[in-house]
């Protein structure tokens, strides 16, 4: 309804305030006129997490974590992951609408076209030491790419920022097989244009000595769903680093460096990678009521369980838990799924995790797969790096065209000393020194 509004009567000074209420929220500067006096700065809201503050409009995810839903554009991931290839979906995340064949043609032919990075770029990755961590080397090599494309800083020009915008989904497989075959030793294979994006990653990830490499039609067909699954999924952390750093107007590739460090974090997509360390570490399933306990006495966390918005099963691991069995179809069973299944059993029936409403989610069962593939788990987390990235820049474009989008600047509650006299050092005596 577009006239509704909230009443707030200040206690403080018995006033009584009118502010409208915009899609079932109230803007935070609605409150500045609610004062205690005249030299009162004005009522601000306190939200350090974000728990309850929008941060911007969107029109590209819906997600309802109460029901467990979520939308790319309006349409159901599950049917986009039945029936869409990866660039199908970049390609309705950053321009709105499903690709009709035509449209889609040109863009598997633009993207495809931008696959291959500058050789000293090549040179650059091989500064790198031989056990670096990929994530550290797609996050380096990345902001790197901005000083390849210094024309990027025009981001007030929607040309501009189209080219950046292809050139990263292009180029980002490719840094990460180069990362990849950095760590091994293996020389790097040149991306392949007439292969799909998944089966043009796989060919330059595990390319040998055969003529041509020829990816497993089920392996690559996995690989596009996980992707897909995880190509945005509204403001999370590296989004809203994304948005944050872009409102700044810093290049792309910059800005998309700084999204990729909040993705690596262990509680966000760096929990891939954890959940298969603790599965390792549990080991068996006799083991697994032990460290259960170990999770409710708050001594650790169940890697991949809990999420902020899904307060429900997370949509996309109910779908990896399907794409799990087909994968081992062709590389046999991980082991590990099995510890899984048995831990979210215990996990979903008992109290603690009930009461919480903790669910497995994304990064819950995409690892196993991974592993299953042959990917180390240090890896894990650079595989929901490349599709994010088409998330990323959808939200970085819809940022710096929204006429309500300023420079990112939260307030702050200041709790530190009043004004104080300066003491000259001479005069600042001893104090006892604390070590840690
Ligand atoms: N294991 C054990 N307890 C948990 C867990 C967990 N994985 N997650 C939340 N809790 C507890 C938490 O201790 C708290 O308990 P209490 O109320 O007694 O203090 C309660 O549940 C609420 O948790 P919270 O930390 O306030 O929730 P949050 O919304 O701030 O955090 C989260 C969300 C994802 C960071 C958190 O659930 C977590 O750390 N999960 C494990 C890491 C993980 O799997 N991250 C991937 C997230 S999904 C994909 C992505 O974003 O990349």
Not at 44 to 67: H, R, V, W
Request: glycine share 6%; with cysteine; hydrophobic share 40%.
């Amino acid at each position: 309804m577009d006239n509704e509004t909230l009443t707030i009567t200040d206690n403080r000074t018995n006033q009584t305030y009118t502010v409208p209420i915009y899609r079932g929220s109230i803007r935070a500067m609605d409150l500045r006129q609610i004062k205690n006096g005249a030299d009162d700065f004005g009522l601000m809201t306190y939200d350090p997490a974000f728990m309850n503050t929008a941060s911007c409009q969107s029109a590209i995810t819906y997600l309802d974590g109460e029901k467990g839903i979520l939308r790319y554009r309006g349409y159901p991931i599950e049917e986009l992951a039945e029936d869409c290839s990866f660039l199908e979906v970049a390609y309705l995340l950053l321009n709105g609408e499903l690709p009709t064949q035509d449209e889609l043609d040109n863009w598997n032919h633009e993207v495809m076209r931008h696959t291959m990075i500058h050789e000293n770029l090549k040179k650059f990755m091989d500064g790198f030491h031989h056990d670096a961590h990929p994530m550290g080397v797609l996050m380096g090599s990345v902001a790197a790419l901005s000083t390849f494309y210094p024309d990027a800083r025009n981001i007030s020009d929607a040309k501009c920022r189209r080219k950046q915008v292809v050139r990263l989904i292009g180029k980002m497989p490719t840094l990460a097989a180069y990362a990849y075959r950095h760590r091994l030793g293996l020389p790097y294979i040149y991306p392949d244009p007439e292969l799909c994006y998944a089966k043009n990653y796989m060919n330059m990830l595990w390319k040998r000595t055969e003529p041509k490499y020829v990816a497993n039609p089920v392996l690559a067909r996995a690989l596009e769903v996980l992707f897909i699954l995880h190509a945005d999924h509204e403001q999370n952390c590296s989004t809203s680093v994304m948005r944050a750093v872009g409102s700044s107007h810093a290049d792309p590739y910059a800005t998309t460096a700084a999204a990729i460090a909040a993705l690596w974090g262990p509680l966000h997509g760096g929990a891939n990678e954890e959940v298969l360390r603790m599965l390792d570490e549990i080991g068996s399933n006799d083991r697994i009521p032990a460290f259960i306990e170990q999770v409710k006495q708050g001594k650790r966390k169940l890697m991949g369980f809990g999420h902020r918005v899904y307060k429900n099963y997370d949509p996309r691991a109910r779908i990896i838990k399907r794409v799990a069995e087909e994968v081992f179809q062709v590389t046999g069973r991980n082991p590990k799924i099995d510890i899984a299944l048995e831990l979210e059993r215990i996990a979903l029936s008992d109290e603690y995790f009930i009461q919480r409403k903790l669910y497995p989610n994304v990064d819950f069962y995409s690892g196993i797969i991974y592993q299953a593939m042959g990917f180390t788990p240090d890896q894990f987390t650079v595989l929901f790096g490349i599709p994010r990235t088409v998330g990323w820049l959808a939200q970085w474009q819809e940022m710096l065209v929204d006429t309500d989008k300023k420079i990112a600047r939260p307030r702050q509650i200041y709790i530190g000393e009043d004004a104080r006299n300066f003491v000259p050092l001479t005069q600042r005596g001893k104090r006892q020194l604390v070590t840690a």
